[in-house]
């Protein structure tokens, strides 16, 4: 089956500094992934959609140029927090989906940011 | 615009006892509906979907799901639950426009009592 691939599962880092999170897409194609913020106890919240070789839909409220996302091929998106802070410290998970597969959609293990 | 509604924030459950997890969406035209599970540091995994036809959809793990238009629901059922089965679930309903964005519910706690 579609299987996602999310690294790293776990990074600290310090106020100031960016992180980047990878989301690869192992056994299929994903024209589009979606990136999610989820705050402890609480649902998932949609931050942008990305198409292959195009520039990030953002949902409104999250800023693009702190959460700069990156969908360069069919297998790889990447989102960056830049000069984070520790309001930023979340779970982060990504999404792919691809056509030919029946609107389906599979997710990533999920990165735990912490910024300290 | 679309949303769902998980009226039940916390549900506990003896191990064997059946279960019903309620979803409610609101959506102007037939909704592409999806039931996910999440466990404690983990990325979601689908349960089952429905997107047309028969109204009553099986899942993996022994779940299944009935879709019922006059209510605007999607509940989750299982007939015996196992200590396993406790974590998150997340009812979600998909738009077929504007990138097939998921919007999701506010999730159900699952507790299995031993």
């Known amino acids: 089956g579609a299987v996602v691939s999310q690294h790293p599962s776990r990074v600290i880092c310090k106020s100031g500094t960016s992180v980047k999170i990878e989301c690869r897409s192992l056994?299929?194609?994903?024209?589009?992934m979606f990136w999610y913020r989820q705050f402890p106890k609480q649902s998932l919240m949609l931050m942008a959609t990305?198409?292959?070789?195009?520039?990030?839909?953002?949902e409104q409220g999250v800023e693009k140029d702190k959460f700069l996302i990156n969908h360069a091929s069919l297998t790889l998106s990447t989102l960056t927090v830049t000069s984070a802070h520790p309001e930023d410290s979340s779970f982060y998970i990504c999404?792919?989906?691809?056509?030919?597969?029946?609107?389906?959609?599979?997710f990533g293990s999920g990165t735990r940011l912490t910024v300290v | 615009a679309q949303s769902v509604t998980q009226p039940d924030i916390h549900i506990t459950v003896s191990e064997g006892a059946s279960l019903e997890l309620r979803c409610n969406y609101s959506?102007?035209?037939?909704?592409?509906l999806f039931w996910y599970v999440q466990s404690p540091g983990q990325g979601l995994q689908l349960l089952l979907k429905?997107?047309?036809?028969?109204?009553l959809v099986q899942g993996i793990k022994g779940f299944e799901a009935e879709f019922k238009r006059s209510q605007s629901s999607f509940n989750l059922r299982k007939p015996s639950v196992h200590w396993s089965d406790a974590a998150e679930y997340f009812c979600?309903?998909?738009?077929?426009?504007?990138?097939?964005?998921?919007?999701f519910g506010t999730g159900t706690q699952l507790k299995v009592e031993l």
């Open positions: 999404s792919a989906s691809a056509t030919g597969i029946n609107y389906g959609y599979t």
């Open positions: 056994d299929f194609q994903a024209t589009t």
């Open positions: 990305s198409n292959e070789g195009s520039k990030a839909t953002y």
């Open positions: 959506y102007g035209a037939t909704p592409y």
């Open positions: 429905y997107f047309s036809g028969d109204t």
């Open positions: 979600a309903v998909g738009s077929t426009g504007g990138g097939n964005k998921l919007t």
